[in-house]
């Protein structure tokens, strides 16, 4: 299969295509992965920097149960944009908009009695129950409650849900290391976690999702999938354990394509400098392109001299600094005219480096290669139908 092709890129300085019926052929994947379980695609962070909105349509159509986002203000956008059914968001700060996520029918998680406080009250003066899922810390030392402070958490929240405030929907945590097959860490959290949800039945609860499973307990950790599953980054076509396989391994496909025109061709003679500091010095007569994106589109800077870019069908390396708007790459005898494209990273269908390779280039994972990629940068979809639109 060749690379998608993005019409309305045009001649775009720059621009992140995003290939909806990949993500929709991610979802049924990882639907298959977990037969017995609702799926809840995650859109935090405008859906890993993919567009929230359209990738949240797409991922419905596909059969998606429920959505995810990570604040409050992301699962309000959703239904700003007319996406009903199941949402749930989970980072919540004191003060937050409880009562508007109550209005909505947002499902939204309680960690601590602070928050059990703020949205009952929430409630009463919406004059309906909200609708609240349950978050134990079972090892990842994030948001959640202790399991020496879930028997109260558990014990008020029945007390509330029995005086009619909240309808606890869900009790759920999250892995530390489900990334690393086998680390020691995830039979202990599963552990914490089967005991949570065993002292909040005993404490009269009945939540109709228990949840803990991320991309990769999704794809690797079936006696993770309780009721639902949670896939973020897998959705979006890459691997969550590259340690074990990329994305093809898992019948998955990357959703996202960068690619930017250039900007400049020249030829310079040897001994030229190139971008801040001259770290990149032409070791002799040499063409060098200019790719109009910087570390303000996302680019990391610390993947200076290391990333990887296909111009004119190889793979070209940056050449010294990445700029705030702009890097170079040395074609060395290879020709180039301005306005040819320059491919980041994508599925790798013609030969062009992937998010993984970015992510190796600069030490990091693949899910900040693609998050960070900034608002500058225009999403064009491919696959989206009746409705598009950068959401």
């Not at 859109?43 to 995810?68: F, Q």
């Not at 900034?374 to 598009?388: K, S």
């Amino acid at each position: 299969m060749g690379r998608m092709t993005y019409e309305d890129s045009g001649m775009l300085r720059a621009y992140a295509g995003i290939d909806l019926d990949a993500l929709r052929a991610n979802v049924r994947t990882l639907r298959a992965k977990a037969p017995g379980a609702a799926f809840m695609a995650v859109l935090k962070a405008d859906a890993y920097g993919h567009g929230m909105v359209p990738c949240a349509r797409a991922a419905r159509e596909a059969g998606a149960d429920w959505l995810g986002t990570a604040t409050p203000e992301e699962a309000l956008a959703l239904r700003a944009a007319g996406l009903g059914g199941r949402v749930l968001c989970w980072l919540w700060t004191p003060g937050g908009p409880w009562r508007a996520c109550v209005d909505a029918d947002i499902d939204v998680t309680v960690s601590a009695r602070w928050a059990l406080t703020e949205v009952t009250l929430a409630a009463r003066a919406a004059g309906r129950p909200a609708r609240v899922q349950l978050k134990i810390d079972a090892g990842l030392g994030r948001n959640g409650a202790q399991p020496a402070d879930w028997p109260d958490l558990v014990h008020a929240a029945r007390a509330a849900e029995r005086d009619g405030l909240i309808r606890v929907t869900g009790v759920w945590a999250h892995f530390s290391c489900a990334d690393e097959p086998g680390h020691p860490s995830i039979d202990r959290e599963l552990a914490v976690f089967r005991r949570a949800l065993r002292q909040a039945e005993d404490a009269g609860l009945t939540p109709e999702v228990r949840h803990i499973a991320n991309s990769p307990g999704t794809l690797t950790l079936p006696e993770s999938h309780f009721d639902l599953v949670r896939p973020g980054v897998a959705m979006y076509g890459i691997s969550p354990v590259p340690q074990l396989g990329g994305p093809a391994d898992f019948g998955l496909r990357p959703v996202m394509t960068l690619a930017a025109r250039l900007a400049s061709v020249k030829r310079v003679p040897g001994g030229h400098g190139v971008s801040y500091g001259h770290h990149y010095v032409t070791p002799g007569e040499t063409t060098l392109a200019l790719v109009p994106l910087g570390y303000a589109d996302g680019v990391p800077r610390h993947a200076s001299s290391a990333g990887p870019v296909l111009v004119a069908g190889k793979w070209r390396t940056v050449a010294g600094r990445v700029a705030m708007d702009q890097f170079v790459v040395d074609l060395g005898g290879d020709a180039a005219s301005p306005g040819d494209e320059a491919v980041l990273f994508g599925p790798g269908d013609d030969g062009e480096p992937t998010a993984e390779d970015w992510a190796r280039a600069a030490g990091t994972i693949a899910y900040e290669i693609v998050t960070r990629v900034g608002a500058r940068v225009p999403r064009v979809y491919a696959g989206a139908g009746p409705v598009a639109g950068n959401g």
